[in-house]
């Protein structure tokens, strides 16, 4: 199967998002897992005096994880899709929380710009035709010690984990998707899982794109070895 990319893969998240927040509410563990990952920047207190990026910020599920741990934060929330993101903009957010409609390629022509003191990337890092540009577009936009996580599928790299996805796959997810109408995109998570990095493989991509300290942290439940917390720091230099 072919990969969707760029504005096939935006249109086909419009066309998702009427019943996107529906599937990610039956996937046990969902919203608790995102909190784990934003605990996992280690920032300090409520996120007094914090810039937080949440790219990829889809119907908001990343925003409100943030929004929970870090209630005091300056959250700037970015996605690809119109759609998603309007889903996102209508719920009821406190002041603090802004919603931009931008690629995460392209931060710079939404004035998206640093000094950002943590990046929050859930589930967009396999759906990138370049994500090594789009590291190193998080890397110009953190301050020098800035945080990074990335909660994303990333296999261990085990038979058994492999399985587990494809059976989740077939058995719950693709039945439902394609009820809905959404086949396309839900086949296209299937195979991105499986095609992008392993575990150990996007640490390194994320070590060689400027950031030290990296850390590939499982979750636990049935994704654990399918779903990672990458956690990261931007290194010091000042280049």
């Known amino acids: 199967m072919t990969l969707l990319r760029d504005e096939d893969l935006a249109a086909a998240f419009d066309h998702a998002s009427r019943s996107y927040d529906a599937l990610v509410a039956a996937n046990p563990g969902y919203h608790a897992h995102l909190r784990r990952s934003v605990r996992r920047l280690?920032?300090?207190?409520?996120?007094?005096?914090?810039?937080?990026?949440?790219?990829?910020?889809?119907?908001?599920?990343s925003t409100a994880a943030l929004r929970s741990v870090l209630p005091a934060a300056d959250i700037t929330a970015v996605d690809a899709s119109a759609g998603m993101l309007a889903r996102a903009a209508v719920k009821p957010w406190a002041d603090g929380v802004r919603f931009v409609h931008v690629p995460a390629e392209h931060l710079a022509d939404a004035d998206v710009d640093g000094p950002i003191d943590a990046v929050f990337a859930a589930y967009l890092f396999r759906n990138l035709t370049d994500p090594d540009a789009v590291l190193g577009t998080v890397r110009s936009v953190l301050r020098p010690g800035g945080r990074l996580a990335v909660h994303e599928y990333s296999l261990s790299g085990r038979r058994a984990d492999r399985a587990v996805w494809t059976l989740v796959c077939r058995g719950i997810v693709r039945?439902?998707?394609?009820?809905?109408?959404?086949?396309?995109?839900?086949?296209?998570l299937w195979h991105s899982v499986v095609r992008f990095d392993r575990a150990d493989r996007f640490a390194a991509r994320i070590r060689e794109a400027g950031f030290e300290?990296?850390?590939?942290?499982?979750?636990?439940?049935?994704?654990?070895?399918?779903?990672?917390?990458?956690?990261?720091?931007r290194t010091q230099d000042a280049g």
């Open 175 to 188: 039945p439902a998707a394609t009820l809905l109408g959404d086949g396309p995109l839900y086949r296209h």
């Open 213 to 233: 300290r990296v850390r590939a942290l499982p979750l636990p439940g049935w994704q654990t070895g399918i779903t990672h917390t990458f956690v990261a720091a």
């Open 42 to 61: 280690g920032l300090a207190g409520h996120g007094e005096g914090l810039r937080v990026l949440d790219l990829g910020c889809g119907t908001g599920a």
